[in-house]
């Protein structure tokens, strides 16, 4: 079945958070912009902290965020959401999107007979067109979706507000 990997969720998750973020509090009047912490942004959603950073490295190197040291620092969008697609994140973060074997060949990376592919029967292959058409459409969705797009989207953005414990409280308290 088709999947996102897990480095990729967890790049659209912190790319859409601080989208989010960044719509709720503009920046203005050299205010700081909005950052992400790896350690609060794992907390809150319940991701695995060594991945996260090692993915947050990545769009760092890849030009899709800025990493900010220092007491107020974490990582910030170097793009506006709306230049940011689903596709290109994807892409980016795990090479080409590949419905079959025999995409590249058919987007002119190997040879017309299917010399260079995986596909035993791709040259007497009766549904390669077809699949080549099915995989446009998903690469053209994926790429038609920004992270902007996401934000709008998006359920309730997650704060990392840690308890005197260092845990996160599991609901708000109420005041009685």
Do not use: W
């Amino acid at each position: 079945m088709l999947n996102l990997t897990k480095r990729v969720d967890y790049g659209l998750i912190a790319l859409t958070h601080l989208a989010c973020v960044e719509r709720a509090e503009p920046i203005g009047n050299g205010a700081a912009a909005a950052r992400l912490s790896v350690r609060g942004m794992a907390e809150s959603y319940n991701m695995s902290q060594p991945l996260l950073a090692n993915v947050m490295k990545d769009l760092a190197r890849l030009g899709f965020v800025r990493s900010v040291r220092g007491t107020k620092g974490g990582y910030e969008l170097a793009f506006p959401p709306e230049q940011l697609t689903v596709g290109r994140v994807a892409e980016a973060l795990e090479g080409p999107l590949r419905l079959t074997e025999c995409v590249q060949a058919q987007e002119g990376q190997a040879h017309e007979s299917g010399e260079g592919t995986a596909c035993s029967v791709f040259g007497s292959c009766l549904i390669k067109r077809s699949l080549f058409l099915v995989h446009t459409k998903i690469r053209d969705a994926l790429y038609g979706v920004t992270i902007a797009d996401l934000a709008r989207n998006a359920g309730p953005v997650r704060h990392h507000h840690a308890s005197s414990s260092g845990r996160l409280p599991l609901a708000p308290r109420s005041e009685s």
